[in-house]
């Protein structure tokens, strides 16, 4: 089996705590992000602010099926299903590295300019580490996200804030 196959493979409790993940990190993006920046473009903003409102009906209603999923599990089963989530995190977060690697080439490309390999090295750190903060650590690092975990289990919600955030942030 291929990894990204092994991904889609878990179980739906891994699955839909990756989603609730996914939507609690377009929350924060907004709010730290968007809400109260006047140097965007109105109409963009207001898109963005829409689609806001949507995304927080969707983080509504996952958490209820997250919840829903957890209360059909053992402690042991949600152990499993958070290492699943672990795995679709390890999944984005090399895609994202792959990601990085086509910005500088296009970077590169866009300024006509060559870095050099210490240059380079200092791209792909920040830029890895900016990525994984606002796709992974933000969400992952969420308080509604961290109260579901505490709620369904509360040494997941321990591993991930003391454990597995930090990578990420």
């Known amino acids: 089996m ?64 997250v919840e829903a999923l957890a209360s059909t599990r053992t402690g042991e089963e949600i152990d499993r299903a958070v290492e699943g989530l672990l795995d679709i995190g390890g999944f984005l977060d090399a895609g994202m590295k792959q990601q990085v690697e086509f910005d500088l080439e296009s970077f590169e490309r866009a300024t006509g300019r060559k870095l050099s390999e210490e240059e380079k090295a200092e791209f792909i750190k920040v830029q890895q580490q900016a990525n994984r903060w606002t796709y992974l650590g933000s969400g992952m690092t969420h308080p509604n996200f961290l109260a579901t975990l505490e709620g369904i289990r509360p040494s997941a919600r321990k591993r991930i804030e003391e454990e597995i955030a930090p990578i990420f942030c």
């Open 2 to 65: 291929a990894e990204g196959e092994a991904v889609l493979a878990h179980e739906p409790l891994a699955v839909a705590l990756a989603i609730l993940q996914i939507e609690w990190m377009s929350q924060r993006h907004y709010l730290e992000s968007v809400k109260d920046d006047s140097n965007l473009d109105p109409q963009f903003k207001s898109l963005l602010r829409y689609h806001w409102m949507e995304e927080a009906q969707h983080a509504k209603m996952d958490t209820l099926m």
